[in-house]
């Protein structure tokens, strides 16, 4: 619902970290909701660590941190569909899409270089 | 000597270092972010297991659940919890922080 | 930060009037919440703040008003599930002041 002559491009939102280590994971979660009320064409990848970010099962009381987890199951409501993540880095952990918890598109690594390429603007955390 | 580490072996080789420097014996204890390499099915994993014929290796049970990853912990590293990591540190006269 | 009394037991509240500690939340908070704005809570606000509520139980996240009227509609209907409506029960705007009352934080995404 992009009003009359807006300009909607294409955001990619990279996700690289693992969720409590460092602040990205959360930060970037922050963005994507704020993004998602510019009517942009916005897709979300996880690769490397960052697919730790949507493990199934975090539990984070004993840590004493915000378990920030299922805010990913809030997304689609928010209208943000495109989760893709990296095949490869799935692999190389021992997840496969099972141990996720939300549906997610998994891609190569050819894929999803295909995608960051097609992007007006690509965001890094 | 009681080593930590807190980072993945996926993004740093913190742990690699580590390993490469710890005597048989000592211990080395996977915190925050370095609870990772505790997992079985990795391409950090076989590092791990090696490194298991000299040294002990524990993993903080904390770090494992709020990553939703404390049911694929490698069998024979040890999960303890913040009073394990205490008495560690207790045992070992002392400690290195590999950050 | 700042200190508000209800019930005889003191809660804290941010700058803009937020709970700070979620737990604490009770419906004599959102009574004392919305009384200060001249509001006389009827079953359709309730409605509205139990189900924002729950969506932050789900998701740990208060919805931006856009996401919250969405949802009211596939869940209420859509007699309820558009801006007059909810404007009409909370007119500082539903997310802001609504959260408020059901004692989550500010919205995300609320610009």
Redesign the interface.
Known sequence: MADAGGVVKKFMFVNR?????TIYALESLEVVLISAAFDQDVSLAFL??GV?EL?????????E?K?F?PTYRALEGYDIEKLYVAQESLE???LSEDDLLVDVQVVSRAEMADLMAEQDVVLSF | MLHTV???P??RNTLKSCLAHVKPGSAVLLI??GV?AA?????A?DMVQQAMAEVSVYAL???L????????VIDGVKVI?YAGFVDLVIEHPSTQSWL | MATIEVNGKSVEVDEEGYLINLGEWNEAIAERFAGDDNTQLTPNHWEVITFLREYYNDYQIAPAVRVLTKAIGKKLGPEKGNSKYLYELFPYGPAKQACRYAGLPKPTGCI
Do not use: H, I
């Open positions: 970290k693992s969720p409590y280590g490397d660590d730790y493990t199934k099962g975090q539990s984070t009381k004993g840590v941190m378990n987890s190389e952990r021992g | 807190n980072k993945s996926f993004e925050e972010d990772y997992l079985a099915g990795t391409v994993s049970g904390p770090d659940d709020a990553r939703g990853v404390a049911n694929r919890d």
